[in-house]
C-alpha cells in the first residue's frame, strides 16, 4: 500500500541553524502539507500546497518557514533560523483530492537546543 | 470557522468494555470528518472518515463512528476493548483545504 515517508526520523539542531524535513508523498497526489505538534500538545496545521503554490498558510508559518517541492517527488519544509520553540514532531501529509482524506507520514521529531 | 471538541483528554476502560471516545465540530461547510489513531512514536494512521455518505462508518480495528448532524457530533466507538487500543486518538474536521485536528483523546486499556 503506497505510503508517505520522510526523512530524517530525528534531527537535533542547534538553535539558530537551518533546518530542512523531507517528505515524499503518495505518488499520485497532488494536494501537500505540513503540521506540527508540540509535545503533549495537538496537531497544528502549517501550510498547504497545490499546483507548485501555497494554497494556505497558518499564523504559525511566518518568514522562518518555506516549503518546496523541488522535483517530482519530494516535498520540504524548510526552517531558516531555528528557534527552541520549533522543537515538535513535523508531520507531512497527502491527498489526491481537496478536503478529503489525508494521509499522514511517520513525522520528524525535531529537536532544537 | 472550523474547530473541533474532543471530550476528555484521557479515558480509561477495561479490556472487554465498551469504548467511547468523544468529539463535536463546528462547519461553515457540510463537513468531512476523520478520526485519526496515534501510537507511541509512530504517526497519524486514519481509523475512519465520514464524507457525505452513510452516517455510520465503520473502520478498521472494529472502530466505528455515527454522524449526527443535529448534535454537531461524531463519536468514535468500539464494542470491545482491546489492549492494544491503547493509543491517541483525534478528531478532525476538514473544511476542503485543511484540517483542524480536536487536542486527543489517550485511551488507557486496562486489563
Redo the contacts between chains.
Keep these: 500500500e503506497p505510503e508517505v515517508t520522510q526523512t530524517p526520523s530525528h534531527q537535533v539542531t542547534q538553535m539558530g541553524q537551518e533546518v530542512i524535513l523531507r517528505c515524499v508523498p503518495i505518488s499520485n497526489h497532488l494536494y501537500f502539507y505540513w503540521y506540527r505538534q508540540i509535545l503533549g500538545q495537538k496537531v497544528e496545521f502549517l501550510v498547504s500546497f497545490y499546483n507548485n503554490e501555497i494554497s494556505e498558510k497558518s499564523e504559525i508559518f511566518d518568514d522562518q518557514f518555506s516549503v518546496e517541492r523541488p522535483d517530482g517527488s519530494n516535498f520540504t519544509l524548510k526552517i531558516r533560523s531555528t528557534k527552541l520553540e520549533d522543537s515538535a514532531m513535523y508531520f507531512c501529509a497527502s491527498s489526491d483530492e481537496r478536503g478529503r482524506t489525508q494521509y499522514f507520514g511517520p513525522g520528524t521529531r525535531l529537536l532544537v537546543l | 470557522a472550523q474547530s473541533v471538541t474532543q471530550l476528555g483528554s484521557h479515558v480509561s476502560v477495561s479490556e472487554g468494555a465498551l469504548v467511547l471516545l468523544r468529539c463535536n465540530y463546528s462547519s461553515s461547510v457540510p463537513p468531512?470528518l476523520?478520526w485519526?489513531v496515534q501510537y507511541p512514536n509512530?504517526?497519524?494512521?486514519?481509523l475512519l472518515?465520514y464524507?457525505s455518505a452513510a452516517t455510520l462508518v465503520k473502520g478498521i480495528n472494529g472502530f466505528e463512528a455515527e454522524f449526527k448532524k443535529s448534535e454537531t457530533s461524531f463519536h468514535l466507538t468500539k464494542p470491545s476493548a482491546h489492549m492494544s487500543d491503547a493509543a491517541e486518538y483525534?478528531c478532525?474536521v476538514?473544511?476542503?483545504?485543511?484540517?483542524?485536528?480536536?487536542?486527543?483523546t489517550s485511551l488507557t486499556v486496562i486489563p
Design positions: 468531512y476523520f485519526y509512530q504517526g497519524l494512521q486514519l472518515k464524507t483525534f478532525a476538514s473544511d476542503r483545504n485543511q484540517f483542524y485536528f480536536g487536542t486527543g
